[in-house]
């Protein structure tokens, strides 16, 4: 790998970078102090696009849009039916798009262009047709209540939310968030992250033209200290939705209590296991562990990366992934042969690689990878670790970097108890082909999914978020709209009930 990432281009087109201010209010607008930032090509490290750099005088901007669309506007006096409506116009716009939006997240994030288009435009695509159904199916219940009195309950959007999201799946985690919030009703001001900016403003362009009225998403590009500090803060939105680091996840919490008690939902990190039992099918066990760990880089929050494999097929695993990784293509994204591209910027590059150096530091033993490659931009070897002890800090710590730690255990029972003592909960993977270890363990894992004979499984109907420090409320499925409703009781006394 690494000699790849040269001239790029290939068939796919180079994006054109249109929209590169914030959105408030429908407009395209600088930032209030005038400032911008760059985004970079994790290619090379060149700046691709100035960008505004939004602060806290411009997220009142936003918020004060959204509060108005909020209080006085259509948006959530729509019925859903209509709502859904103009969701789904906007799914058919992004459709039309998908060849831009998918160059543009690629050159943005450093994604293999091919992936991207499937990935990464196929679920947001899906996650906007999913709540436009969606978005007509929420309604409260009727309750038998013990004195005289009838009750029912109403669930209405609870107002302005807030929605702060990382870089690894720039245009996903968009519409994680803003299309079941847009569901349900509420208006919105989105943080992207500020490693990758561009797809939300392109996005809140298409947002525009497919009839969401002005106000109801505005994006404020910006740093997270300043920028997505001022939103968690902010005295007037109702709701934080934030997906990224647990690190920042508690100071969000933090700012929320601090100011006026909003509601929080948080997805943050994972140091998921994926258990391979003696009975597997090895090469797809072995396909599992490597999608689970260098998909994306290994910029995925539901990695799997402590692969726990049993002690009667361990010696084959490690020899056959050895060989597999062989194949895999480290470079340019824009190759279509290439199967992984850059880490997001210099930033996670460093990270990534002193974890690297940790492991070794460790004792652990690198049975592939274990540097950078390439000439230029922040190429990293895929690399496994064996000989890694559960208390070596890299099979602790969330690496978010191109690196699995691969561990024997003995018993279903070792397995269990290992893969539970960790802070995070986020997700798990297990292979097996016998029902009773498949259904046994998927009880026994403190996670957020269980994938049985899968990895990466994620669906928009399928509610996604963790427990522990992963942190708490659902994406996808209709759970995601609970963090968007404040559900209220009416009660009145009923007089001539015959029951
Ligand atoms: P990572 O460490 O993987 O970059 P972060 O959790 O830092 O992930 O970032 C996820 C999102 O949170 C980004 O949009 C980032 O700008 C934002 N962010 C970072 N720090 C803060 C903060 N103190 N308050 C609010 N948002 C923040």
């Known amino acids: 790998g690494g000699e790849e990432n040269g001239g790029g281009g290939g068939s796919f087109k180079m994006p054109e970078i249109r929209y590169t201010k914030l959105f ?33 005088d411009d997220v009142d901007l936003a918020v004060k849009a959204a509060r108005e ?7 959530p006096r729509m019925s859903g039916s209509e709502r859904g409506k103009i969701i789904s116009k906007y ?29 990464d435009v196929g679920n947001s695509l899906h996650s906007l047709r999913y709540f436009a159904g969606a978005a007509d199916k929420i309604h409260g219940e009727t309750l038998r209540m013990s004195r005289q009195m009838h009750g029912y309950t109403l669930r209405e959007p609870l107002g302005v939310a807030g929605l702060i999201v990382p870089w690894n799946f720039p245009a996903v985690m968009f519409f994680s968030k803003v299309s079941p919030a847009l569901a349900a009703g509420c208006t919105m001001v989105v943080k992207p992250a500020e490693q990758t900016p561009l797809s939300a403003l392109f996005l809140a362009h298409l947002a525009k033209q497919a009839g969401i009225p002005d106000g109801v998403i505005n994006v404020v590009t910006g740093f997270g200290p300043t920028a997505g500090a001022a939103i968690s803060s902010h005295m007037d939105i109702d709701v934080v939705a934030f997906t990224g680091s647990t690190e920042v996840g508690r100071l969000i919490m933090e700012a929320a209590a601090k100011s006026n008690l909003k509601q929080v939902a ?6 998921s296991p994926l258990i391979i039992f003696d009975d597997a099918d090895l090469d797809k066990a072995v396909e599992l562990a490597i999608g689970g760990n260098f998909f994306n880089k290994g910029e995925a929050c539901v990695a799997g990366s402590r692969v726990f494999v049993q002690e009667g097929i361990y010696d084959r695993f490690e020899q056959k992934i050895a060989d597999a990784m062989k194949n895999w293509v480290v470079g340019d994204p824009f190759d279509p042969r290439v199967n992984q591209g850059p880490q997001v910027d210099k930033v996670q590059y460093e990270r990534v690689l002193r974890y690297i150096e940790q492991g070794k530091t460790e004792g652990a033993t690198v049975l592939t990878g274990g540097k950078p490659c390439g000439k230029k931009g922040y190429y990293i070897e895929p690399t496994i ?3 890694v002890k559960d208390d070596m800090i890299i099979a602790k710590e969330e690496i978010f970097g191109p690196v699995m730690c691969l561990m024997k255990f003995k018993t279903m029972e070792e397995a269990i108890a290992r893969a539970n003592d960790t802070r995070y909960g986020l997700a798990a993977g297990v292979v097996t082909r016998d ?9 026994s894992i403190r ?16 509610p996604f978020g ?6 708490f409320g659902k994406d996808d499925g209709m759970h995601a709209l609970d963090k968007f409703l404040a559900v209220k009781a009416v009660v009145t006394p009923v007089h001539a009930s015959p029951w």
């Open 435 to 443: 029902m009773d270890v498949a259904n046994t363990m998927a009880r």
């Open 69 to 75: 669309a909020f209080d006085h506007g259509k948006w």
């Open 385 to 387: 670790f064996t000989n």
């Open 466 to 471: 963790g427990r522990k420090m992963s942190g």
């Open 266 to 271: 948080l997805e943050l990190g994972g140091k």
């Open 447 to 462: 996670a957020g999914v269980v994938w049985v004979n899968c990895y990466f499984a994620m669906d928009s109907s399928c």
């Open 24 to 56: 408030i209010n429908g407009r395209f607008v600088d930032a209030v102090s005038g400032k911008t930032f760059e985004t970079r090509d994790p290619r090379t490290g060149d700046v691709i696009a100035s960008v505004a750099e939004g602060d806290k």
């Open 91 to 119: 799914a058919d716009l992004v459709e039309q798009h998908a060849e831009e939006l998918a160059a543009l997240e690629s050159l943005d994030a450093g994604k293999p262009v091919g992936v991207t288009r499937v990935v």
